[in-house]
């Protein structure tokens, strides 16, 4: 009797929980291109081309170890179109015993796989991803009696725990997070090296070719195409990273130059969220970097904080509230997503830049998402859940889990402050500073009030008057408060009024 193994498009690791200890004469790999995965959302072209093409890549890789994989494509005459349909089909085509899986990325995959064994009657075993550095278990023995869950804190128990960038039992350098030294602004002269670039072979072209026919219909950007669809590919774009860009990464990582997408950024969280990377590695290799004065404390750290940090805080929030997490709206935001989202058509010049970029490649640094993006999503009072689908959709590392607490928690403050201390909210200022997006743009960040005025400026008031009664007793904006307190009614009511006539421009 065989083992029927599923691995998920975002599983994509040669030891992941579920391959270990496979019997290479009896058990089946089950990997599946299902429609409901690409439809549930309407993921954007290139990410579905991405994952296709690397899940295409890893199984020919797992049969050429002698491994039995059943891989169904898209297009198959007789795909079910889901997870459940294609393990029934398997279960039926084979002798299976059990079923063997990896703890999936999203609840909605949990529930469906926990129907498994009264739906088909043999024993169905999901075991941990160990590719995380903690377990849902262990992280909700750490927020066990907090009253506050801040990440700086868990992050601290991370580095000592697995002893990253530490000096005996001290952080190296003497502090923990060097996050006030990686806020330079973008200045003349940048020499930004060029992201990894893969040319598609042959598995790559076939799958471009089924998105294009299948799925035109879908937000962004086919081609062109260069992401890293192997193991290989990926270590040589996190080796690229650490040779050519990390030493920059630090001062520049939240600096934004128009026609600059990429920036000095890693670009591997593509490959740390589907597998074809892991944690440990990306932080092991950026580790010996710094030891090796090939890039400065700043930005290594800086990058580490991201990994074993925010994103494993992040997965941690994510599993220790959902379902609930997901119909969180403390603002009772209700405004419909404007369309420029989708096509970039609007005269605000940083939300046309961030979002053509999207729609290019499936990517956007995160300052882009959470300080134009996100910022004019929050302070234009959009509805959460159109929000959620957005970012969901459009990036290509979004799963629901990273996805999630990062844009109902730190983006929209729509936990209420359960992740993040304060709403993320600021005026054309901030992207002024950041950014060169303001010389290019129809409206005058100079200008606070107005026809000609940059809408964050009066979007901002108009959002903390408005969230006054929830926002009043928050530390760490009492201080906008009082500013806003000693402005002239005139003032006030400009704000309002700049802010309606703003507002019922994007409904029509």
């Known amino acids: 009797m065989s083992s029927l193994r599923l691995v998920l498009a975002d599983q994509l690791t040669h030891d992941v929980t579920a391959l270990q200890g496979i019997d290479i004469n009896e058990d089946i790999v089950l990997i599946c291109e299902v429609r409901n995965e690409t439809n549930y959302v309407k993921h954007h072209k290139k990410k579905i081309a991405f994952l296709f093409s690397a899940m295409r890549h890893f199984a020919q890789e797992l049969r050429d170890k002698g491994i039995h994989v059943r891989y169904v494509k898209l297009d198959d005459e007789d795909n079910a179109g889901s997870f459940t349909g294609e393990i029934m089909r398997a279960v039926e085509a084979h002798k299976i015993s059990r079923i063997i899986s990896t703890f999936p990325g999203e609840y909605r995959v949990l529930e469906e796989m926990k129907t498994w064994q009264d739906k088909f009657g043999i024993d169905v075993e999901i075991r941990n991803d160990d590719r995380f550095l903690a377990t849902p278990e262990e992280f909700a023995n750490w927020a066990n009696g907090r009253k506050q869950l801040?990440?700086?804190?868990?992050?601290?128990?991370?580095?000592?725990?697995?002893?990253?960038?530490?000096?005996?039992?001290?952080p190296e350098g003497g502090k923990w997070n060097y996050d006030a030294e990686n806020r330079k602004p973008p200045k003349e002269g940048l020499d930004i090296p060029q992201t990894f670039m893969a040319k598609p072979d042959d598995i790559t072209r076939e799958v471009m070719d089924l998105v294009a026919t299948h799925f035109s219909d879908h937000f962004g950007d086919l081609e062109p195409f260069h992401f890293a669809v192997t193991r290989d590919q990926a270590r040589t774009a996190l080796r690229q990273f650490i040779d050519q860009r990390l030493c920059h990464f630090g001062d520049y990582q939240d600096a934004m130059i128009e026609g600059e997408a990429w920036m000095y950024h890693s670009h591997i969280s593509f490959y740390l969220n589907c597998g074809l990377l892991t944690p440990l590695e990306c932080v092991k290799a950026v580790e010996h970097a710094y030891h090796q004065g090939l890039a400065p404390l700043n930005a290594a750290e800086g990058f580490i904080r991201q990994i074993i940090g925010w994103r494993e805080y992040v997965r941690g929030i994510y599993w220790l509230k959902m379902p609930d997490y997901a119909d969180q709206n403390f603002f009772e935001a209700k405004r419909a997503l404007p369309e420029f989202y989708w096509t970039g058509d609007t005269q605000m010049n940083c939300l046309r830049q961030c979002v053509t970029e999207t729609k290019e490649n499936a990517y956007a640094h995160h300052i882009q998402r959470l300080m134009v993006l996100g910022n004019f999503a929050l302070i234009a009072g959009i509805d959460p859940k159109y929000v959620n689908e957005w970012f969901l959709i459009v990036y290509a590392d979004?799963?629901?889990?990273?996805?999630?607490?990062?844009?109902?928690?730190?983006?929209?403050?729509?936990?209420?402050?359960?992740?993040?201390?304060?709403?993320?909210?600021?005026?054309?200022?901030?992207?002024?500073?950041?950014?060169?997006?303001?010389?290019?743009?129809?409206?005058?960040?100079?200008?606070?009030?107005?026809?000609?005025?940059?809408?964050?400026?009066?979007?901002?008031?108009?959002?903390?008057?408005?969230?006054?009664?929830?926002l009043s007793n928050n530390h760490r904006i009492g201080m906008m408060y009082k500013t806003y307190d000693r402005m002239g009614e005139d003032k006030k009511h400009a704000i309002s009024q700049d802010s309606k006539t703003f507002l019922e421009s994007l409904e029509s």
């Open 398 to 470: 979004a799963y629901e889990w990273v996805e999630l607490p990062n844009v109902s928690g730190m983006i929209l403050f729509a936990d209420g402050g359960y992740l993040a201390s304060k709403p993320y909210a600021a005026g054309g200022s901030y992207i002024n500073k950041m950014s060169d997006y303001c010389k290019n743009c129809s409206y005058k960040v100079k200008d606070k009030n107005g026809a000609d005025a940059c809408p964050f400026n009066y979007l901002y008031w108009d959002f903390l008057a408005r969230n006054r009664d929830k």
């Open 150 to 170: 801040r990440m700086e804190y868990f992050y601290r128990d991370m580095r000592q725990s697995y002893a990253i960038l530490m000096n005996g039992d001290k």
